[in-house]
């Protein structure tokens, strides 16, 4: 697919908020943000990022696969320690990082390693805080068996920790699914019946997850199998009572998906694709609205997006742009889009520590590298 340097683009785009003015008077390119490899001690590979306080957790996966998955913290001082990780099953043991979210207090994680005769990915789910973290062994049917589909998030909500992932649908395909935790027992809810369920003209895929005030905002797309099947970006959401609504993204062209979420409060944010490029939708004043003025910045059905990061009332999406980065960042005046000095190929994760920013990003998305700016967008 031919793909549209975003960078390019800003020559033929007037954007709001860049700074200061070419030599002929129209508007000056930005500034690129400039972003430095953060070594890690040993081998580990990287694999997940989350937010600790003014800290930084990175899930790592050690090249010893006799040695558990394990979760490295990052203080503002650039000290490095590693938490301890205890697994309790063999494919806990040898597991890839799939999904890490904490609160400060509370650690949940993804493991997952493919095996058995089909070539499964083995789930683990795993839990703790700054002390240790522990898989929690579960019977094999809570992820497993022939109804078995993915897990795609792990999420922190008031009322406590929960899982995103898919089941096999009692309509159709597979079903948005949800399981949450009683101690150290993981338990599905059945969606027959919700907004979660697929049917048999409208199928769901969740992609992300992340909590959204006192509940859960899943983005992901739905296949319409109407008189002219199609794909739509998607959300589901949760409130405090449990209760789940969906709803299809607008602006979403001939095909689209909803691929990373974020959210501050009420304040989220949608990114993903239509018609190949990407597109971002911001939830105010109570709907769904794709943000007009971002360039055409082309992206493939399997690149990866990271979820957006908030600071005050702008929201900074970092995307792959033919083969460099670049970072779109929205608020009241517009939209601009900055060149990425540092990291190329793809983000596969990313936020916001304190003034810095990290990104885990490289050529490679099975060995991304640790990257970090500081105040990389001045609000």
């Not at 938490?83 to 099953?89: L, M, Q, V």
């Not at 739509?232 to 990373?260: F, I, K, N």
Request: aromatic share 6%.
């Amino acid at each position: 697919m031919a793909r549209r340097s975003a960078v390019s683009a800003l020559a033929a785009l007037v954007l709001v908020g860049a700074a200061g003015c070419a030599p002929d008077g129209g508007p000056a390119a930005p500034e690129p943000l400039r972003f430095v490899e953060v070594d890690l001690p040993g081998a580990a590979r990287p694999q997940v990022l989350a937010v600790a306080g003014d800290d930084l957790l990175i899930g790592v996966r050690p090249d010893d696969r006799s040695t558990p998955p394990a979760v490295l913290r990052r203080t503002a001082d650039g000290r490095v320690t590693q938490i301890p990780t205890e697994a309790a099953s063999p494919y806990g043991r040898t597991a890839d990082w799939y999904s890490l979210t904490t609160d400060g207090e509370r650690v949940v994680g993804v493991g997952g390693d493919r095996g058995g005769a089909h070539g499964n990915v083995r789930w683990s789910v795993w839990s703790g805080g700054p002390a240790g973290v522990g898989e929690q062994a579960q019977a094999f049917s809570t992820f497993g068996g022939w109804s078995a589909g993915d897990l795609v998030d792990a999420v922190l909500t008031p009322s406590g920790p929960a899982l995103v992932g898919t089941w096999q649908s009692a309509g159709a395909g597979l079903d948005v699914a949800l399981w949450t935790a009683d101690a150290d027992t993981w338990t599905r809810h059945d969606p027959t019946g919700t907004p979660l369920a697929s049917t048999r003209t409208l199928l769901g895929f969740p992609t992300a997850a992340t909590g959204s005030g006192p509940g859960i905002l899943v983005a992901g797309w739905q296949y319409a199998l109407d008189a002219e099947p199609h794909e739509q970006p998607v959300v589901w959401r949760s409130d405090a009572a449990g209760a789940w609504t969906r709803a299809a993204l607008p602006d979403a062209g001939g095909a689209g998906a909803a691929v990373a979420a974020g959210c501050a409060g009420d304040d989220c944010l949608v990114a993903g694709r239509v018609d190949g490029e990407v597109a971002l939708w911001r939830w105010s004043a109570g709907a769904w609205t794709r943000l007009p003025g971002v360039p055409p910045i082309g992206i493939g059905d399997a690149e990866p997006l990271p979820a957006p990061l908030r600071s005050g009332q702008r929201w900074d999406q970092f995307v792959p742009d033919a083969g460099r980065l670049a970072v779109v960042t929205a608020d009241a005046d517009g939209t601009v889009v900055r060149p990425v000095d540092g990291p190329t190929g793809t983000v596969s994760a990313a936020v916001r520590v304190g003034g810095s920013v990290y990104l885990l990003a490289g050529p490679d998305p099975a060995a991304p590298r640790l990257w970090r700016a500081d105040d990389p967008v001045p609000g």
